[in-house]
């Protein structure tokens, strides 16, 4: 149970982290 929950949060962060970068690279295509 612990490491499933520790493996959700890694996925949410790393999908976090993907929308971040996609939101920079949209920002720097618009500009």
């Given amino acids: 149970m612990g490491r499933d929950q520790f493996q959700r949060q890694v996925m949410r962060k790393n999908l976090h982290i993907t929308v971040l970068c996609h939101e920079r ?4 295509a618009g500009q």
């Fill in 25 to 28: 690279e949209v920002s720097r």
